[in-house]
């Protein structure tokens, strides 16, 4: 099925049938991706008494508890409610569900402490003032071991705080990352570039949202998407969520 789509003022043709899932599925396996120091996820048949909700143990429905954290096991979207005191909902921040987005590559500069940083600079140049409601972050180098790399303690890649304000200031609303998060794994709090995105010491951003632990093939080459962000609808502060991506032609 192919659609035209209209945004500022320029035409684009989008073909359904061709989506990009950049999403990583949650599994109860120990090589689901992972953050933040948690055991894996854990998919269970409810047992109550001798029956067990499995239609391999005799049941006639497969019935499953699942225990998951949003941040630490997957494709994540999550809005201001994740960094204050007051409380808001994903499924209130997140409206409409289908946006321009501007996919871009980068090598994250390194520093003499170590730390990998994506800097202003960088998105500057590789946006070049393009007109979209989404960014898309894919760093390089895109290793398949994403998918399953267990991250706490490694001191991941991480967006500066000023990339973040550049970010604000052109008024892209929805950012996209490859990382478990947009800031420092180890920072004391601080959040840096979580509160540059969304404002959070002026008029906060309250229908902005950030996307970690997306995963983009290398064969998907970069440029302008329409991003379809689908998030389940939790009452949190972030939901476990399955961006697509469609080729923008014209």
């Not at 948690?38 to 019935?63: C, H, M, R, T």
Request: with cysteine; charged share 25%.
């Amino acid at each position: 099925m192919k659609i035209k789509v209209k945004s500022k003022g320029k035409k684009y043709k989008v073909n359904l049938k061709k989506p990009i899932d950049i999403s990583l599925p949650l599994s109860a396996s120990k090589e689901n991706v992972n953050a933040w120091y948690l055991d894996a996820p854990q998919i269970e048949p409810v047992v109550d008494g001798n029956w067990i909700a499995s239609v391999e143990k005799g049941a006639s429905v497969n019935f499953n508890n699942i225990q998951f954290n949003p941040h630490a096991h997957g494709t994540h979207t999550e809005c201001i409610g994740h960094i204050t005191k007051e409380f808001h909902s994903i499924n209130d921040a997140v409206k409409t569900f289908f946006f321009i987005a501007e996919l871009i590559s980068i090598s994250p500069k390194i520093q003499e402490n170590g730390d990998k940083i994506i800097t202003k600079a960088q998105l500057q140049t590789l946006l070049n003032d393009k007109k979209v409601d989404a960014l898309v972050i894919r760093t390089l180098p895109n290793k398949k071991e994403k998918k399953s790399h267990q991250y706490s303690n490694t001191n991941p890649p991480f967006l500066a705080e000023n990339a973040a304000e550049y970010i604000k200031e052109i008024g892209l609303k929805h950012l996209l990352i490859d990382l478990p998060s947009v800031d420092k794994e180890k920072d004391e709090g601080k959040l840096l570039a979580h509160k540059a995105f969304w404002n959070y010491h002026g008029e906060q951003r309250l229908d902005a949202t950030i996307t970690e632990f997306v995963y983009i093939k290398n064969t998907v080459k970069d440029g302008a998407y329409l991003l379809n962000l689908q998030i389940a609808s939790f009452v949190n502060d972030a939901s476990p969520s399955k961006p697509v991506l469609y080729k923008l032609m014209g």
